[in-house]
């Protein structure tokens, strides 16, 4: 039995050592607001914060996390930056499809946590695992900066 720190609440999970993080969400504790994309930690539907810091849960096994708590997009909108973010998203009417989103949230949310007046080489540097298949890139800019000034 393992006992995980998730968006504040610690949850009791008796999974394999090297289950991947993100099924755990998903499947075990039934949070679906973090995506499957890839499944080889290259396009970030899956980022979640580890510590503070963007993971790919798709290949993280739950085995390596430790006491170090987990936030999911289910409740990165309760922090200051994450709050900035999804409003700055819903402004600038960032979601085409939406599938990338969660994980183009919280790679954008440690970014403003990081670097509060980020460049658009920082930007796009924090945010090129991130891939959408949309292409709305342009708008996610515009949506960070516009958090960052909020």
């Known amino acids: 039995m393992k006992v995980l720190s998730i968006n504040g609440q610690s949850h009791q999970v008796d999974v394999p050592d090297d289950m991947p993080l993100l099924w755990v969400l998903r499947d075990v504790l039934g ?16 980022t979640v914060h580890l510590a503070g810091q963007p993971v790919r ?3 993280l ?11 999911t997009i289910e409740a ?7 709050h900035k973010i ?16 969660s994980g183009q949230i919280m790679s954008a949310t440690a970014l403003l946590n990081q670097t509060p007046h980020p460049t658009d080489a920082d930007i796009d540097a924090a945010m090129s695992g991130n891939i959408c298949r949309c292409g709305t890139y342009v708008r996610i ?5 516009a958090a960052a000034s909020a």
Request: with cysteine; charged share 10%; proline share 3%.
């Open 76 to 82: 990165v909108g309760q922090t200051a930056n994450g």
């Open 31 to 46: 949070m679906t607001g973090t995506k499957f994309g890839c499944g080889i930690a290259q396009c970030g539907a899956c």
């Open 86 to 101: 999804q409003q700055a998203w819903l402004d600038k009417e960032v979601v085409q499809c939406g599938y990338c989103q």
């Open 57 to 59: 849960s798709c290949l």
């Open 141 to 145: 800019r515009e949506a960070i900066h």
């Open 61 to 71: 096994p739950v085995s390596a996390i430790g006491a170090r708590p987990v936030t």
